[in-house]
């Protein structure tokens, strides 16, 4: 394989229902920054129908090409005409790298691909970079989060790689921002279209996903029960803060599965994390270690969580709770 | 010597932890307070195989053996000790007799029924005027045509409320002593049975334990188990299984409590440092430790034994000498390491206290082991 | 129907624990198990065994101990399994260990193939997928359930991020299974009894016809590059005092590092 003849970082664009999902202006962030680290392109692939007018917003977010196949096959993810098309661009024009978010349709479409187009995939990413030797560098968590593994795919082009949602940082819009959009014609093979949508549902999980929130006040054990996570609420709703919980309090059935942050829940990166009453399982901080500020309450001064919080509280998270709710709620009344 | 697993022991213990923890543990606290029987459980046992464990797939068995059926016991009992009798008692007291000592006809009429749990086995000997000297058996059965007519009481009959089998002693002959006693199968619906009232018991709480009352309580012949004056050879046989099931229970409500130990000494602190960290409770749980292993060494051979068909009554009534006053001694130093807590159902320490005290009773008292030992030492 | 359920041996990671001084992982002593996707597959295959009797083929390619979560299968109710077992497969990464897997599949009668989700030990969800790609099959990922009409058409329930999607689609076919899909049965205590004593079918390379440059190690576009544990951040100031000093010290970092 020659790899000089394969340049440009590629980003597939998830969109659901015409909404372009954030995960993808996460990955055209980091795309830029690896591209710029190249020296090559940023092509945004997006698919979908009647989705043109999003071409140029992914411009502002860092793409220099957008290749946008607007097709009525392509109105609704499923998995092969979406694999035909992406397989049909990849073969045509040898991108170097080709990033997709790691939801459920791009974990759908990496490793169908990956195979079609008989390359590597990494899975699940949460860090790239480019290596001396120009390669990318995909590190994931393994075994639980115990363990973090750089891969990299030296001789097979394209680099793949599905990448965690939440994990990216987005590059802020800028409307300055000049690139080319560029509609790409795919030809389908139909008679290989073989699972039919019957419906698609949505279901209101919850408020806001937890993934989104910018405070999160997360409670565990030392919480106890609901009406310790009643008693959470209200600290964030003060806080206009969204409420997320550890593994044991979602499996003693208080909380629900998607206010989960951990290895099998949920990784958060909010600017202000509360552990309330958390030890701090590895499985635990690997779901919430990236967040940008760390404030810990537990009764046990040696838990594991004040290790990574960047301010701890040895007490009873029943007394400083609601202590803390008071006060704040007076500040912000002031403030008004 | 080989004193490890086998893979298919291994894979079985596997199993029936992961069934104890998921589907037993949960239930034992309300079984205990509310003195229920726990039917869904039994269900979900029926349809494992768990409540034919020991018998041959050709009467609806599991195939299996005594080892397996002994885990099994232990490891239901290490959660729910009431759980962990009901399969004992319908194994060791009522299916085992029947496959033993039961002709081909009572075989395919009973065991196919009870191996799938469909029905429900118990086993009545004691009487109030006859525990330890089961010999003074005072319910008669008088021929009559082609029945037995049966009268008078059993008592303190575990599964007796919900069970359809009973394996039941009576006197035939007076005059012949101890062997004057017969055997009979006799099924929930023949007339003149009937349960009486149900006691109220310190431990093994769901267990319902009743009395069995015979008003002319009509047997067909087909029924007696075994020869006629062989009841109380058949009565003791069968409480050495049973022995080995109970021995089997003692020690996993041994082992039970020493989890809940280990558990609570590493949390639990007291000035500054976890209580597991004082010596005082670390040479308490060493020799604790050591007995528990000890007891499931004597219980594994009484089930070794009984496998391999070797003579291993004083085997079992060593087993469960042993393990009952460990499983005693285990529970009482539980909630001592407890403290107060120990002391309260939130905790549940207190419950396997509870019912560790009917193991060094039922099935033969610790002092009927101690006969049964020292007369096989002094012969 | 005749369904092959592809199953993997993994350590319980939830019961991994780092060695404090080193950083390293332990992994002595930590038990292995079916992974808990997978176990959800074989109990949609089992049910439809219950249901329809079909025919139930578990297999797996993995060390000889694997042996041992094969006979668990077979406790379960499959009724038959196959070990792809030789050096030529080791360090396979995902391309080449579905190459290998469905180098097996095409030696064997189906109307479905399961897989679980993902792995626990790798969390990749590749493998599935790609093996439908190589056999030119339809996939559909993120099982909850399934039904089926008794003919040869499949309605299956797929879990999103944000609801679910009920799809058709047509025997044969590749689904990927959560474990969260169903409960899935215990072994009985008769399969336990009879399952040392069932064969377990041992394939090497010689049963399959894959090129021998698209499996192991050689076949893996991907490698490790290098393994860490994560550096641990420097801790911050951990405080011992009464609940209202405590509220001080927080409201007052707060409103340095924030605005509120």
Same mark, same amino acid.
């Given at each position: 394989m020659d790899k000089t003849q394969y340049k440009d970082v590629y980003v597939f664009v998830e969109q659901r229902d015409g909404v372009v999902q954030k995960v993808a202006v996460e990955l055209l962030g980091k795309a830029r920054e690896l591209a710029d680290a190249l020296g090559e392109r940023v092509v945004a692939m997006l698919l979908g129908h009647?989705?043109?007018?999003k071409a140029e917003e992914l411009i502002a977010y860092g793409a220099d090409v957008v290749l946008c196949a607007d097709e009525r096959e392509l109105a609704q993810y499923t998995t092969e005409p979406y694999a035909q098309a992406i397989a049909q661009i990849v073969r045509e024009r040898k991108p170097s790298i080709v990033l997709i978010g790691a939801t459920t349709i791009g974990r759908d479409l990496g490793p169908r691909l990956s195979a079609r187009l008989e390359t590597g995939l990494t899975a699940d990413c949460t860090g790239l970079d480019i290596s001396e030797e120009r390669d990318l560098l995909m590190t994931r968590p393994a075994f639980g989060g115990n363990l973090m593994a750089t891969i990299i795919c030296k001789e097979h082009r394209p680099q793949m790689s599905t990448v965690r949602p939440g994990v990216m940082r987005a590059k802020e819009k800028d409307a300055s921002r000049t690139g080319v959009v560029e509609k790409v014609d795919i030809h389908f093979d139909k008679s290989k279209f073989r699972v039919k949508v019957l419906e698609t549902v949505k279901e209101q999980k919850n408020k806001i996903d937890i993934t989104e929130a910018k405070v999160l006040v997360s409670g565990g054990r030392g919480v106890g029960n609901a009406e310790g996570f009643a008693m959470l609420g209200k600290l964030a709703e003060t806080l206009g803060a969204e409420v997320s919980s550890s593994r044991a309090m979602v499996d003693a059935g208080v909380?629900?599965?998607?206010?989960q942050v951990g290895q099998t829940g949920k990784t958060v990166r909010p600017d202000l994390y509360f552990a309330m009453g958390i030890s701090g399982a590895i499985q635990h901080l690997a779901g919430m270690e990236e967040s940008g500020y760390i404030v810990a309450v537990n009764k046990d001064k040696y838990a594991p969580i004040f290790g990574v919080a960047d301010l701890g509280i040895v007490g009873d998270v029943k007394k400083v709770v609601p202590l803390l709710t008071e006060r704040l709620a007076a500040l912000s009344k002031h403030n008004k | 010597m080989d004193f490890s697993l086998s893979k298919k022991e291994i894979l079985f213990q596997q199993m029936i932890r992961e069934f104890a923890e998921k589907e037993v543990k949960p239930l034992a606290a309300e079984v205990d307070e509310e003195e229920r029987f726990p039917l869904e459980t039994v269900e979900k046992m029926a349809k494992l195989g768990l409540m034919g464990i020991p018998f041959p797939v050709e009467y609806g068995g599991a195939g299996g053996d005594n080892m397996l059926y002994s885990m099994a016991v232990e490891e239901l009992s290490r959660v729910c000790a009431t759980t962990g009798v009901i399969v004992s008692a319908h194994t060791s007291l009522c299916a085992s007799p029947i496959y033993e000592f039961g002709n081909e006809e009572q075989k395919r009429k009973y065991l196919p029924k009870l191996c799938s749990g469909e029905w429900i086995g118990a086993f009545g000997l004691t009487e109030p005027n006859a525990g330890t000297d089961a010999s003074a058996q005072q319910t008669m059965a008088v021929e009559e045509g082609d029945n037995y007519i049966l009268n008078g009481s059993k008592i303190f009959i575990t599964n007796a409320a919900y069970a359809h089998v009973y394996i039941v002693m009576a006197m035939t002959?007076?005059?012949?002593?101890?062997?004057g006693i017969s055997a009979f199968i006799v099924e929930r619906d023949f007339p003149g049975f009937s349960i009486g009232k149900k006691e109220k018991k310190m431990g093994i709480r769901g267990s319902a334990t009743c009395e069995l009352i015979f008003e002319n309580c009509v047997v067909p012949?087909?029924?007696?188990?075994?020869?006629?004056?062989e009841g109380f050879k058949i009565a003791m046989k069968t409480l050495d299984g049973g022995r080995m099931g109970i021995a089997s229970q003692a020690l996993g409500i041994a082992q039970g409590a020493m989890d809940e130990t280990v558990k609570y000494v590493k949390e639990r602190k007291q000035f500054g440092k976890a209580i597991g960290k004082f010596q005082n409770t670390q040479f308490q749980l060493a020799d604790l430790q050591a007995k528990i292993q000890a007891v499931r060494l004597l219980v594994r051979m009484a089930a070794w034994k009984k496998d391999k068909k070797l003579p291993y009554s004083v085997d079992s009534a060593q087993a469960k000498l042993f393990a009952a006053e460990t499983a005693m001694e285990m529970t009482t130093k539980a909630v001592q390491f407890h403290g107060g807590y120990g002391y309260t159902r939130e905790y549940p320490v207190e419950r396997m206290m509870r019912d560790a005290k009917i193991t060094e009773i039922y099935e033969g008292t610790s002092e009927v082991q101690r006969m049964v030992i020292a007369g096989a030492l002094l012969k | 129907m005749k369904i092959v359920v592809c199953i993997k041996q993994v350590p319980d990671t939830t019961e991994i624990k780092l060695d404090?001084?080193? =950083?390293?992982?332990?992994?002595? =002593?930590?038990p292995s198990i079916m992974n808990p996707d997978d176990k959800g597959g074989l109990e949609i295959a089992l049910q439809l065994k219950d249901k329809y009797g079909a025919h139930v083929t578990v297999i797996t390619m993995g060390p000889p101990q694997a042996d041992d979560m094969l006979r668990e299968a077979l406790a379960m109710g499959a009724d038959r399994a196959i070990h792809m077992s030789d050096r030529k497969f080791a360090g396979a990464d995902t391309l080449a260990t579905s190459n290998a897997i469905a180098g097996a599949l095409r030696m064997l009668d189906f109307d479905l193939v399961i897989t679980g989700r993902q792995a626990i030990d790798g969390d990749t969800a590749q493998v599935g997928p790609q093996i439908a790609e190589h056999l030119d099959l339809p996939q559909v990922t993120y099982v909850e359930d399934l039904q089926f009409d008794g003919n040869k058409t499949f309605t299956i329930r797929k879990s999103l991020e944000d609801g679910y999607q009920m799809v058709q689609v047509d025997a044969p076919c590749v689904i990927t299974v959560l474990s969260s899909a169903n409960k899935a049965r215990y072994m009985s205590v008769r399969g336990i009894v009879e399952a040392y004593d069932r064969e377990v079918e041992v394939w090497t390379y010689d049963n399959i016809s894959v090129a021998e440059e698209k499996l192991g190690l050689k076949g893996s576009p991907t490698r490790v590059w290098k393994s860490f544990t994560k550096g641990a951040k420097a801790a911050g100031k951990v405080y011992e005092v009464e609940p209202n000093e405590a509220v001080d010290i927080i409201v007052e970092k707060l409103k340095e590092k924030f605005i509120i």
């Open positions: 009647d989705i043109s007018a909380m629900p599965h998607d206010r | 002959d007076k005059s012949q002593g101890t062997r012949k087909a029924n007696l188990l075994g020869k006629l004056g | 404090p001084a080193t =950083g390293t992982m332990i992994r002595d =002593g930590v």
